[in-house]
């Protein structure tokens, strides 16, 4: 499947509204589940009725979710490779910056479908392995992505518990290939692949340097590692009756 790129967060944050917002039934609360919910949540749905529970292992950052915005319905603490949830019980799952941070992605994944309901919408975004910004990040060490968001990015909280940067281990899952692959073996219909870049926004010195020094690292990788965006969207339908290939046992 194509990559469809977005152009920057406002079109991110309206197509995924939009995407969410078109599982809503009238008279029914939409279950959503926020898988690694950290201490905020992206998105805004404020015409829709729903009940959002979000799961985390880091207790610190549900604390500071709960005391700064208060907006969980149902707080879990857990890991999602291991949590007990009850199956076909959300009609949303939705996990932002979460995935690259877990060894042993095929778990979370195949939890992630028992725990969909049929009809249901699998929401996963995570910076792609296979760009410089994901080769960067999982050949770099730990304290220096604490220093960068610390002294570069400015986050004076950065790498104190409950706040970024968690470690990152880059499963190999979690390849765009690989994930097409888990869509098709599993029966899921995977709607969209969006690709969108949150790091070459600027027109500063700095970031016009940093634009030299991906597109080197671009050539350099005779165009393996792509330049031009670095996070992933998938969007992935869970269909209502599965077709004979998946229901012959
Ligand atoms: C980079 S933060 C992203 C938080 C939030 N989703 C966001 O977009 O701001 C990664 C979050 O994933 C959580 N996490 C990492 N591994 C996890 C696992 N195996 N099970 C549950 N949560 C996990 C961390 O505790 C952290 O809160």
């Given at each position: 499947?194509?990559?469809?790129?977005v152009t920057d967060s406002s079109h991110e944050k309206k197509l995924l509204e939009r995407y969410i917002s078109s599982r809503a039934?009238?008279?029914?609360?939409l279950?959503i589940?926020e898988?690694?919910?950290?201490?905020?949540w992206q998105l805004a749905l404020p015409d829709l009725c729903y009940?959002l529970?979000?799961?985390?292992?880091?207790?610190?950052?549900?604390?500071?979710?709960?005391?700064?915005?208060?907006d969980?319905?149902?707080?879990?603490?857990?890991?999602?490779?291991?949590?007990?949830?009850?199956?076909?019980?959300?009609d949303i799952i939705y996990t932002a910056?979460?995935?690259?941070?877990?060894?042993?992605?095929?778990?979370?994944?195949?939890?992630?479908?028992?725990?969909?309901?049929?009809?249901?919408l699998l929401v996963?975004k995570?910076?792609?392995?296979?760009?410089?910004?994901?080769?960067?990040?999982?050949?770099?060490?730990?304290?220096?992505?604490?220093?960068?968001?610390?002294?570069?990015?400015?986050?004076?909280?950065?790498?104190?518990?409950?706040?970024?940067?968690?470690?990152?281990?880059?499963?190999?899952?979690?390849?765009?290939?690989?994930?097409?692959?888990?869509?098709?073996?599993?029966?899921?219909?995977?709607m969209a692949?969006l690709?969108k870049?949150?790091?070459?926004?600027?027109?500063?010195?700095?970031?016009?340097?940093?634009?030299?020094?991906?597109?080197?690292?671009?050539?350099?990788?005779?165009?393996?590692?792509?330049?031009?965006?670095?996070?992933?969207i998938?969007i992935?339908?869970?269909?209502?009756?599965?077709?004979?290939?998946?229901?012959?046992?």
């Amino acid at each position: 499947m194509a990559l469809q790129l977005v152009t920057d967060s406002s079109h991110e944050k309206k197509l995924l509204e939009r995407y969410i917002s078109s599982r809503a039934k009238p008279d029914s609360t939409l279950q959503i589940l926020e898988a690694g919910c950290g201490n905020k949540w992206q998105l805004a749905l404020p015409d829709l009725c729903y009940s959002l529970s979000g799961v985390d292992l880091d207790e610190e950052a549900l604390l500071l979710r709960q005391r700064n915005h208060n907006d969980l319905d149902t707080v879990i603490v857990g890991d999602l490779r291991s949590v007990n949830l009850p199956e076909h019980q959300y009609d949303i799952i939705y996990t932002a910056y979460v995935l690259e941070h877990v060894a042993d992605v095929p778990r979370v994944l195949d939890n992630f479908n028992r725990w969909l309901k049929p009809g249901g919408l699998l929401v996963i975004k995570v910076p792609d392995r296979d760009t410089v910004y994901g080769f960067v990040a999982r050949n770099t060490p730990h304290w220096l992505h604490v220093y960068y968001y610390r002294w570069i990015k400015g986050n004076k909280n950065a790498g104190k518990p409950g706040y970024l940067p968690y470690p990152t281990v880059y499963d190999k899952a979690l390849g765009r290939h690989q994930m097409t692959q888990f869509c098709h073996r599993e029966g899921l219909h995977l709607m969209a692949m969006l690709g969108k870049n949150n790091y070459l926004r600027k027109r500063s010195a700095r970031d016009r340097a940093i634009r030299v020094f991906v597109r080197l690292i671009h050539l350099f990788s005779f165009g393996r590692l792509a330049w031009h965006y670095n996070d992933l969207i998938f969007i992935i339908e869970k269909p209502t009756a599965l077709s004979d290939e998946h229901t012959a046992g």
